[in-house]
């Protein structure tokens, strides 16, 4: 998986850039968010906001993969930022 596209964001808030995943097969995932949190920066998955007003992920993924994803956008966000 490679992230395609990632779009700095300066627009206040904790949130950084938004980005694309491409998997191998070519499918591409939109609507990631970088978040810089407390303990640093994070992925957030595309959610939707259900009924009770609570959001939920649209993406469920073990927490390998979500680690891998972490490092490969905030490496990503690093490089453009610089």
């Known amino acids: 998986m490679t992230i395609s596209r990632m779009n700095l964001y300066d627009g206040g808030g904790k949130t950084v850039a938004f980005f694309d995943l ?3 097969e070519k499918l591409v995932v939109k609507g990631f968010s970088l978040i810089n949190g407390p303990k640093g920066l994070f992925v957030g998955v595309p959610s ?6 609570k959001y939920y992920d649209k993406i469920l993924m073990p927490q390998e993969v979500r680690n891998q994803l972490n490092e490969m956008a905030a490496t990503k ?6």
């Open 77 to 82: 966000y690093e490089e453009l930022k610089n």
């Open 22 to 24: 491409e998997t191998e």
């Open 48 to 53: 939707e906001k259900g009924k009770d007003d």
